[in-house]
């Protein structure tokens, strides 16, 4: 069968699990150079191992901006210009208005919104034309979420800035596009803080409140990010491919 991705180069940011991991395996297997990003060295490493010999990775902090040209211009000195690039790494904290600080507002906001504007912004010059580019919203994006005014918010910024870097980048022919995850099977819930039986609620949750009454894999989110990096979706620009199980719109 041929192989989608066949010699391109994608950088997947926060690669070293979950959504990320799964989207990097896939591409790799569909033929791409893969480069993944996260802030654990050693899941990162883990990670790299499992992708094979057509990949690596670097540890690097999308809420540093200064981060970005070391890791673009390690891309490009092993594997060349990019040819699709995940904004993907992201965190989710669900918390009252009220309990809502300063510091919470900026560590998700600095990563989610702050952190996908400069993933793009500094990939510029490393991007070839014809590029695709795909940011990991959420399908909450667009619902009243009790608890999630900032991961929510920054979610939507997310989708707004993918509308306006789609309308910007056009003229290179570099395409621009959302996918928008529901209830994934990962350890997001568990990695901002929550104890193993608050994370299996938070996913019986929103697995009860999906009209196909459960879950997803990465495996399911992945194929959709495949659409999105190949020719398949070659006519889709600024858009939004919600992946959610029939969340937002039923
Ligand atoms: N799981 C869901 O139900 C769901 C639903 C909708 C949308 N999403 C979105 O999907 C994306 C991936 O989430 P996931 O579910 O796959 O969770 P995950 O397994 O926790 O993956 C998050 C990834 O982001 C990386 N990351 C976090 N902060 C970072 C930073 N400052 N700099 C660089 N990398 C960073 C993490 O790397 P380290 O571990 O090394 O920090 C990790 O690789 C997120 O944007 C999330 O909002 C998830």
Do not use: C
């Not at 996908?116 to 070839?128: G, R």
């Amino acid at each position: 069968m041929a192989e989608k991705l066949k010699n391109k180069v994608a950088v997947i940011t926060g690669g070293n699990s979950g959504i990320g991991l799964g989207v990097a395996k896939l591409f790799a297997s569909e033929g791409a150079k893969v480069v993944i990003t996260g802030r654990n060295a050693e899941t990162l490493d883990a990670a790299v191992k499992e992708l094979g010999s057509n990949a690596f990775g670097v540890v690097s902090n999308v809420s540093n901006i200064y981060s970005f040209e070391s890791l673009y211009q390690q891309v490009e000195n092993r594997f060349g210009k990019i040819d699709i690039l995940v904004a993907n790494a992201g965190i989710v904290l669900f918390k009252s208005l009220e309990e809502v600080t300063e510091e919470i507002f900026d560590e998700i906001t600095g990563i989610n919104y702050k952190g996908v504007f400069f993933t793009v912004q500094k990939a510029l010059p490393f991007l070839n034309n014809g590029a695709s580019i795909i940011v990991t919203s959420s399908t909450v994006a667009d619902k009243g979420i009790a608890g999630g005014s900032v991961y929510v918010s920054s979610k939507a910024a997310e989708r707004a800035l993918v509308r306006v870097f789609a309308a910007e980048l056009a003229v290179k022919k570099i395409r621009v596009n959302a996918l928008s995850p529901g209830s994934v099977d990962t350890d997001i819930f568990l990695k901002a803080g929550m104890s193993q039986e608050v994370s299996d609620n938070m996913s019986a949750f929103f697995a009860g409140a999906v009209a196909l009454k459960r879950t997803a894999s990465v495996e399911e989110m992945a194929k959709g990010f495949l659409f999105l990096a190949s020719d398949d979706s070659s006519y889709m620009t600024g858009a939004d491919l919600t992946i959610d199980g029939g969340f937002r719109d039923l």
